[in-house]
C-alpha cells in the first residue's frame, strides 16, 4: 500500500483517540462492537462495497473537511481512489482484522473480537510488502527486553496449557474419531478457505489445499497423512475452490468438528497455505511446511515453499510470539468492550469456556424488526414489495439456514446490500432497486 502520513513506528500502535475515523467495509453487528472498543474516536461508516465514483462524489469532500481524520478499512476492502485520496491529503489510513485469539464460537459469527489487529502499513496476511508486524519482527530488540521474553515464555506454556485457539469453543468436545495413538508418522495438512484474504494476498501463485495434500503425500511415503478441511468450508458457510474427495485416496479427511489443539498433539508434522494453525504447530515444537507466507514464515523457524527477500532475520519461537501476541495486537473484554493486556484475555477466555460466557453489554446497532408499511418509497407504489418478504425468506432459508431468512425478514433491503456475493448483491437490486 505504501507508507502513509500518519504510519506508526516499529513498536507504537496506530491511535484513534480523538479522531474522526471513516471506517470501510465494516457491517452492521461490527459497528457497535467498535464504537465500544475506541470510545474516544468519532466514527463515521461507509457504505458496503463502496465504488470509486461514489467514494469521490459523496465522501472526499468531507473527509477532507473533517478537523482530524483517519480512514480504517477492514481487510483489504477499499476503493482505489480512498487509497489515493489518503496519500494525496496525507491522512493515516490503517488497516483493522481480527487478532489471533478471536472468540469461544467456532468461527467469528457474530460476536464481540477478544482481540483486534490495527496497522498503518498493510494487514499483517498481506505479504507483498512490509505490515506494521513484519517492521516489528525485523527491527525489535528482543534480547534487550528482557521483560517481555519472560511474558513471552509465560505466555506460550499459559497458551498451550489452555488449548486456546483462534476460534473456541465450549470444553465438550473430544479427540472424536481421530485416534490419538498411532503406528507412523502423521502428517496433518491444516486446509483453509481458498478465496480467504490471507491466500489471495499471501501467495505469490494460485494454490489450493488439494496442492497441499498432494504435495505432502508425495514428500512423506508410508506416513498416515491427515486433511483437516476448514470448518466453516464442511459447514457450507464458506465455499471451497478444490473438492477433497479429489484427494481422499491420498488421505484420511477429517470432517468432525475437532479442536484444532487436540488435533496437533497427535501430529509429527504440520502443512498449510497460509493458516495461524501453522504457528499454532511451531508453539508446539511440531515441523511446518508453508505453502505461502504468512507473518510467521521467513524468520528461519518453517520450511518455506514461498521466499520472503525482505525477512532476513533469524529468530527464536519467544520472539515470534512476543511480537505477533503480545506488542502487536489490542486486546479487549468482549463483555465490557475494556482494553485488557493478553494475560488477562487469557485468563477470561480460559474460564468463560468453562463457565459460559456472559452476556455481552456491548449492544448491537438497532435494526427495526420488520421495515414499517409505506404506501411510496423504497417497497414501491402501494407497497408491493412487502410481499415479497415471506416467498424470498424461505428461499433464503433453504440457500443458507434459517438465521439468515430471519435475518432478511429484519430488513430485506440491508440483507441484499450486506451480502459479499456481487451476484445476490445485484439481484437483490433489481428486487429492490431504491435505498
Known sequence: MGKLAGEM????????TGRDVFAFHLRRWKQAILRAYFPQARFTFLPLYLTDKVFTRKWAA???????PALLVWGLN??????AFARKNSIPLYFIEDGFIRSLVPNASHSAPFSLTIDSRTPYFDSREASDLECLLSSYEFAGDPDLMGRARDGIRALLASKLSK??????????????QKDKRRILIIGQVEDDASIRFGCDRPI???????????????CEILYRPHPDVLNGIRKRLSDPARVAHLCKIVTDPLPLPDLLETADHVYTITSLGGFEALLRDIPVTVMGCPFYAGWGLTDDRQKNPRRRRKLRLEELFAGAYLLYPRYFNPVTGEEIGFEDC???????????????RIVPVSVPEKPGFQFSGPYGIMGWRHVLTEPLARVIGMIGDEADAEDFRKNPILFFRELSNPTFRKIGRLLYPLD
Do not use: C, Q
Open 208 to 222: 489450493t489445499n488439494n496442492d497441499v495434500v498432494r504435495t505432502a503425500a508425495a514428500e512423506n511415503p508410508g
Open 167 to 180: 476460534y473456541n469453543a465450549d470444553d465438550t468436545r473430544t479427540i472424536g474419531t481421530v485416534p490419538v
Open 78 to 83: 477499499v476503493p482505489p481512489a480512498a487509497l
Open 62 to 68: 468531507a473527509i477532507k473537511a473533517s478537523p482530524n
Open 9 to 16: 513506528t516499529t513498536n507504537e500502535k496506530p491511535d484513534l
Open 346 to 360: 487469557l485468563e477470561l477466555a480460559t474460564g468463560w469456556r468453562k463457565t459460559r460466557m456472559p452476556e455481552s
